[in-house]
DNA sequence: TAGATTGTTAATCGATTAACAATC
DNA sequence: TAGATTGTTAATCGATTAACAATC
């Protein structure tokens, strides 16, 4: 299907796409086109058309788009058609909080197991999966084909963990560690640095104000 | 200080230098180049003289950036400054994390209350902060002078939610409802979306796999 | 067929990188 | 002073938007 490389910015919009579309979809709409799904988004109706079109042609000529269709060819363009298997590392809050999202939301994401430092925790269960000691973790990886690794611990030592996993076939790492991995290519490596995004709100605050005042003057 | 509106852009890459300028901090590095911070960060040089210059020169030719300045002036430019009052809406598991997290790592962002609309949590504590009914919102806004209201409710109930708060003093919501809201210009909005990111990570295995099949052929 | 709307090329806009003069 | 490195202008690159021919 994509042959040229496709632009993280194009990626980044996809989930949204896929949002709306599911959305649409549930409300029996049936069809949609670039313009009225422009209006809908707040994008251009050649933004949408233009993405779209990196990935072939799914749309109709006078027509517009089906929307089921549509929607089920960008899930597949997300990988969302095959099943992951995931482990947590740092059973903490967080952590808990996005094992316990998961099993009740469902999209072919499956949690199997937890890792944590606390010997406490090792040999409970936290939504439902058990916890391990970190020292299984490459066992367990292996025995239960894990593809994902959500590490929700602190930094210092996130980074030592990413060298353990590097060494192993996992191939990816959902990183909510307020640092940078360094970890081989065959590794994707997704942030979500909630302090960033937090800064990224002060920021805009600050910026509002500033501009309101000078207004003002 | 800044005239020209700075690109959003521009703003996303300022918490991590402010990351990296922290470290470099505590490490006792006095003084850093463009150059090093550049092969640091994985970043080009010129990036990052651009992206200071936008907010007016930190730096000294012949020198370079002293760490602890760039990093307090940083500081300032991303409005940690200013002490900020929030809110949670949605006393759940990921709201009681991000809670419980701020508490414990406190940049100026003070947790003063949760709402929920279960009546068996209304009247308890979740990591040390009161949980009230959701109908005593506004007041709690006013009394507390609440600026950021953080929502972790599900998408439905959010966009109710950010009706009721568009009437309100506050200046910004970090939304983490899977869905996008509609609010006046003087509210900023940062949205996490976790279940995007989840899917661009999705996205990106595939995408890798596809690569190496194709290597192969 | 006529009208609508896509797919796609071309034009524009903005962001990144390169280069270098200014200056510590 | 000479060397280093910024601040800033100019060149390049990529992403977004506009336009329109193809076609359902």
Chains 1, 2 share one sequence.
Not at 15 to 40: A, H, T
Not at 115 to 136: E, L, S
Not at 176 to 203: G, K, T, W
Request: glycine share 8%.
């Amino acid at each position: 299907m994509e042959t040229k490389e496709i632009s993280q910015a194009v990626v980044s919009r996809l989930p949204r796409y896929y949002r709306y579309l599911g959305d649409l979809k549930d409300e029996g709409v049936e069809r949609i086109s670039s313009q009225e799904l422009s209006k809908l988004m707040h994008v251009t109706a050649s933004q949408i058309r233009q993405d779209f079109n990196h990935f072939g042609g799914f749309g109709q000529q006078g027509y517009g788009y089906n929307t089921e269709y549509l929607y089920r060819e960008i899930g597949k363009i997300l990988g969302l058609d095959h099943a992951h298997n995931m482990i947590l590392i740092g059973a903490g809050n967080l952590g808990s909080a996005l094992v316990g999202y998961m099993n009740y939301r469902n999209r072919g994401f499956f949690f199997k197991a937890a890792f944590d430092v606390n010997p406490a925790k090792v040999g409970t269960d936290i939504a439902g999966i058990p916890v391990y000691a970190m020292d299984q973790m490459a066992d367990v990886i292996e025995r239960e084909k894990i593809d994902i690794v959500v590490l929700t611990i602190p930094k210092q030592e996130a980074v030592k963990v990413a060298q353990v996993l590097a060494a192993t076939p996992i191939r990816a790492i959902w990183n909510f560690a307020h640092c940078d991995l360094a970890v081989p290519d065959s590794i994707q490596v997704e942030n979500v640095h909630l302090s960033d995004s937090l800064m990224r709100l002060s920021y805009n605050i600050r910026q509002h104000e500033e501009g309101r005042r000078k207004k003002k003057q």
